[in-house]
Structures are given as structure tokens and as C-alpha cells.
């Protein structure tokens, strides 16, 4: 089966820059999509195709890709922001078009 | 407004069928495919499998192509999960998706069905 690697937990103060990481060796060549999701709550999309935003998320939310590892930026992080996020990309032959990582908690100290 | 509506929580025991059920509304239900992911308690998201109502083309995910049923009856725009015989490791909140096209991903989430198989 095909994995995507995430950092169990980050922790960081309000307002500064939250960083998580997602790695897979099929990144480089798929894109990569970023959920949110808070206690007790479905899922939200935040990032889709490595870096676009759908409308309605905050302007602090960022992703990029390099090599293969994808990062989700959060800026300014709020209080708000604590929650679990979750990367999703396929494996580069189409058997695992839809994997998610293993989460990464996100603290706001 | 674009939503997912999920059928409430079952309780089951093992050996039992289930078949939960995903209402779309607000959008062209058959243009759209629909999933559907597993979250175990405390645990992660697993995509499990998906169809497209408009041909109920579905795919599965290797670890749980047999294991479940993926249907959808487009008449009244609802994807299903089905079981044929519950275990008590099936227990988990179950979320449809709606697969975004020119996003390439589930931009529309349920609100989840908890299923707990227990003796």
C-alpha cells in the first residue's frame, strides 16, 4: 500500500507560523490536498492541488510542495486553528487514488 | 445550498447487515462522484471506496473492495454503504464526500453515520 507520512503533533503560540509536513514518494508527480478537521466535526477542504484555497478559508492557510514532501502553512496561527489536519495525494499507479496521512494535531499553546 | 445529508447512528451486532445511506441535494447529484471514508475511533481517515451516480461506475479501495457495498439510486439522488455481516472492528463514524472535479477533492462532507457493531 502507498503512505503518506505527517508529524503526530506541532505546537505553536498564537501568532506565529504553523508548519506541517507531509511526505510520499509519489508527490512529486501527484497533487496534493489538505483537510481540517476539529473535535466533533467532519472534515473541512483548506488547500486542494498542493496550494489553491477554496473560497472561504482563510488567507493564512498556504500550501507548497517540494520534492516529496508538502507543507500546510499557517499563518498568524488563531486559537481557532487547533484541530487535526490531514494531507491526501495518490500513489503514482492509480491503485491508491485517494490515501490521507495519519493526521498531525495541531496545539495552539 | 450544496449538502450531504447521512442517516442516523445504528447500533448493530455481529453478524448483522447494515445499509447506511447519503442524500445529496443542492447540486446535479449524478455529476459528481460520491464517496465514502472511515474514521475508527481515535483514529484517522481512510478512503474506502467511491461511485458515480450518473453510471454507478464504482471503484474500491484495496483494503475494503469485498468487504463492503457501494451503491447509489439516482431517482432520489442517495449513495449507500452496505454490509453484509457487520464485525464488531467495523465500528467507526462512516462520512460520504462529494469529489470535487476541478478541485480533485471532497470538497462536501456528511456529517457522519456512527456505526457500533457490538455483542
Known amino acids: 500500500s502507498y503512505e503518506l507520512t505527517q508529524p503526530p503533533s506541532v505546537s505553536v503560540s498564537p501568532g506565529q507560523t504553523a508548519r506541517i509536513t507531509c511526505s510520499g514518494d509519489?508527490?512529486?508527480?501527484?497533487?496534493a490536498y489538505w483537510y481540517q478537521q476539529k473535535p466533533g466535526q467532519a472534515p473541512v477542504l483548506v488547500i486542494y492541488?498542493?496550494?489553491e484555497r477554496p473560497s472561504g478559508i482563510p488567507e493564512r492557510f498556504s500550501g507548497s510542495s517540494s520534492g516529496t514532501t508538502v507543507t500546510l502553512t499557517i499563518s498568524g496561527v488563531q486559537a481557532e486553528d487547533e484541530a487535526d489536519y490531514y494531507c491526501?495525494?495518490?500513489?503514482?499507479?492509480?491503485?491508491?487514488?485517494?490515501?490521507f496521512g495519519g493526521g498531525t494535531k495541531l496545539t495552539v499553546l | 445550498e450544496v449538502q450531504l445529508v447521512q442517516s442516523g447512528a445504528e447500533v448493530k451486532k455481529p453478524g448483522e447487515s447494515l445499509k447506511i445511506s447519503c442524500k445529496g441535494s443542492g447540486y446535479s447529484f449524478t455529476s459528481y462522484w460520491i464517496g465514502w471514508v472511515r474514521q475508527m475511533p481515535g483514529k484517522g481517515l481512510e478512503w474506502m471506496g467511491i461511485?458515480?451516480?450518473?453510471?454507478?461506475?464504482?471503484r474500491y479501495s484495496p483494503s475494503f473492495q469485498g468487504q463492503v457495498t457501494i451503491s447509489a439510486d439516482k431517482s432520489i439522488s442517495t449513495a449507500y454503504l452496505q454490509w453484509s455481516s457487520l464485525k464488531a472492528s467495523d465500528t467507526a463514524m462512516y462520512y460520504c464526500v462529494r469529489k470535487n472535479g476541478d478541485y480533485g477533492a471532497f470538497d462536501i462532507w456528511g456529517q457522519g453515520t456512527m456505526v457500533t457493531v457490538s455483542s
Open positions: 492541488k498542493d496550494s
Open positions: 509519489a508527490l512529486p508527480k501527484q497533487y
Open positions: 461511485i458515480y451516480p450518473g453510471d454507478s461506475d464504482t
Open positions: 491526501q495525494s495518490a500513489d503514482s499507479s492509480g491503485t491508491y487514488p485517494w490515501v
